[in-house]
């Protein structure tokens, strides 16, 4: 997660992005390929899938909406720091009219709670985020029945907030 205030092209405001790697939910027409799970090699971590499901109904039949989502990254061989990772999300629909993609790429993210076969938590707060993130993406594109379309993207991330703050929680194998 990613909390930080965001200023967005057309005047929107975000206060954070958060990505995922969980089983999606129940979902009508719901499709899965790829593995959710996070799975680990050694120190390296990683969770690839694709889901697709009816997103809505026009007069034209079903809409279908795809989502692929990958996290990725490296932890410490002493698992005292997120080394590195990297989070992708693009959602798309059959019709075309929906299109996002968020991604984050960060490093260095001190890890603060370790329970092993449980959880590990890493965490950086305040003047600590910016440098952790190289890249961070949010862009969202949605036409409506009229053919307007709504964009926005992020335009400014106010880093020096007292609320900024990235964090990462996963489960971790029994090292």
Request: proline fraction near 5%.
């Amino acid at each position: 997660i990613l909390d930080a205030p965001m200023t967005l092209t057309g005047g929107g405001t975000r206060t954070n992005l958060t990505w995922s790697s969980d089983k999606p939910s129940v979902l009508p027409g719901l499709t899965i390929e790829g593995d959710w799970e996070l799975s680990w090699s050694d120190n390296n971590f990683i969770s690839e899938y694709t889901y697709s499901y009816r997103s809505e109904m026009t007069h034209e039949g079903w809409v279908y909406t795809t989502v692929s989502k990958k996290i990725a990254g490296t932890v410490s061989a002493d698992h005292n720091m997120i080394e590195s990772i990297h989070a992708l999300e693009t959602s798309t629909n059959t019709t075309g009219t929906f299109i996002s993609h968020k991604e984050i790429i960060a490093s260095n993210i001190p890890v603060n709670q370790h329970v092993p076969g449980v959880a590990l938590i890493g965490e950086t707060s305040g003047s600590g985020v910016q440098p952790s993130v190289s890249k961070v993406i949010y862009d969202r594109e949605w036409h409506d029945e009229e053919g307007l379309v709504d964009e926005s993207s992020i335009e400014s991330i106010n880093w020096s907030a007292p609320s900024v703050k990235l964090h990462v929680t996963f489960m971790t194998p029994t090292w």
